[in-house]
């Protein structure tokens, strides 16, 4: 990466540290364009220069946030020595790092409040949920392949599994810490032998 590109990428970064602070702060709908250029000093068009627009700057910071979550995930995994602890486990960390997170909150509004959403926008919102359960089938095909699980159709149970995170993720977005945790201990336990070999 030579000098330019390297600048390029700093000031790309700089916009997305700032953004992801207001986003946080104010909310998506609440922050403009022109907060992020106020608290940036960079002008409009090199923030579109960046990023085409202000959905697809917060699309970013959702793709950056995912990799993080990932890569804290792998860096833990091998500790787990049976899927249904990796799934345990995995719920524990979903409710730890993202309960009550303010960038969940601005996260929850962008995808309930984007009705002129682009086919761009819907793409890439497509493609987020997408690879989040690609990783779900993975982690249930481990728990079929070891023989943990009955024989199901990993897709619809990817799914399933997603559908039940998310919808814990909203019932519980303003429960106390110690109080969410059972709650996610007991959805894991009812999924679980639902799909438990017998």
């Known amino acids: 990466m030579n ?10 970064r700089r916009i997305a540290e700032a953004a992801k602070a207001l986003f946080m702060q104010k909310g998506y709908k609440s922050t403009s364009i022109e907060d992020i250029v106020d608290a940036t000093g960079s002008s409009k068009g090199n923030i579109y220069y960046h990023f085409k627009s202000k959905e697809g700057l917060f699309l970013h910071l959702i793709e950056e946030w995912d990799l993080e979550w990932f890569q804290k995930w792998m860096s833990r995994e091998e500790q787990y020595t049976t899927t249904m602890d990796k799934l345990f486990r995995m719920a524990e960390q979903l409710v730890k790092d993202d309960l009550n997170h303010p960038f969940t909150k601005a996260l929850d509004e962008f995808i309930t409040n984007n009705e002129a959403a682009t086919e761009d926008v819907e793409q890439k919102i497509s493609d987020i949920f997408n690879k989040r359960l690609e990783f779900n089938q993975q982690l249930l095909l481990q728990g079929i392949e070891s023989g943990e699980f009955e024989k199901h ?29 059972p709650v996610y201990h007991s959805a894991m336990h009812v999924f679980l032998h639902g799909i438990a070999k017998k």
Do not use: M, P, W, Y
């Open 3 to 12: 000098k330019k590109q390297q600048q390029s990428e700093d000031t790309k």
């Open 153 to 181: 159709n990993v897709e619809h149970l990817s799914i399933i599994f997603e559908s039940l995170l998310a919808g814990l993720c909203q019932l519980t977005r303003i429960t106390k810490l110690s109080d969410a945790l």
